[in-house]
Nanobody, 124 residues
C-alpha cells in the first residue's frame, strides 16, 4: 500500500476556492484509481470525486458537480482536487484514497490506502 498525504485545506468564506493536493510516497499512484472523500461533523464519510488510472474518466458526487474538479499527475505521484464556489456545507475533513484496480468506486471500503485528512472550513 502506498502512503498518502493530503495538504491544502484551510478556512475560507463561502464562494471561495481551495485546492487540495494528495501526494504518495512509498509507491506509485500509477495503476491506482483515486478518490476524494469527506466527513463532516456528525456525518458519515462520503464520496466526493474519483478519477481513473489514466485520468481519462472522472466521477463526482451530485453535491459538488460543476464546482469541484479532480485531476492527477502520475509523473508527480499526485492527485488534486480543485474546489470552487465553496459552500458552508462543504465543511469537512477531506481524505484522499487509493484503489489498486480499475474502476471508480464510491464506497469507502473499496479503497485500500488512505491519507490522514485535511480540514476544510467554509464560513458563511
Amino acid at each position: 500500500q502506498v502512503q498518502l498525504a493530503e495538504s491544502g485545506g484551510g478556512s475560507v468564506q463561502a464562494g471561495g476556492s481551495l485546492r487540495l493536493s494528495c501526494v504518495a510516497s512509498g509507491g506509485t499512484l500509477s495503476g491506482n484509481t483515486m478518490g476524494w472523500f469527506r466527513q463532516g461533523p456528525g456525518k458519515e464519510r462520503e464520496f466526493v470525486a474519483g478519477i481513473g488510472v489514466t485520468g481519462g474518466s472522472t466521477r463526482y458526487a451530485d453535491s459538488v458537480k460543476g464546482r469541484f474538479t479532480i485531476s492527477r499527475d502520475n509523473a508527480k505521484n499526485s492527485v488534486l482536487l480543485q474546489m470552487n464556489s465553496l459552500k458552508p456545507e462543504d465543511t469537512a475533513v477531506y481524505y484522499c484514497a487509493a484503489r489498486p484496480t480499475v474502476g471508480i468506486c464510491t464506497r469507502s471500503y473499496q479503497y485500500d490506502s488512505w491519507g490522514q485528512g485535511t480540514q476544510v472550513t467554509v464560513s458563511s
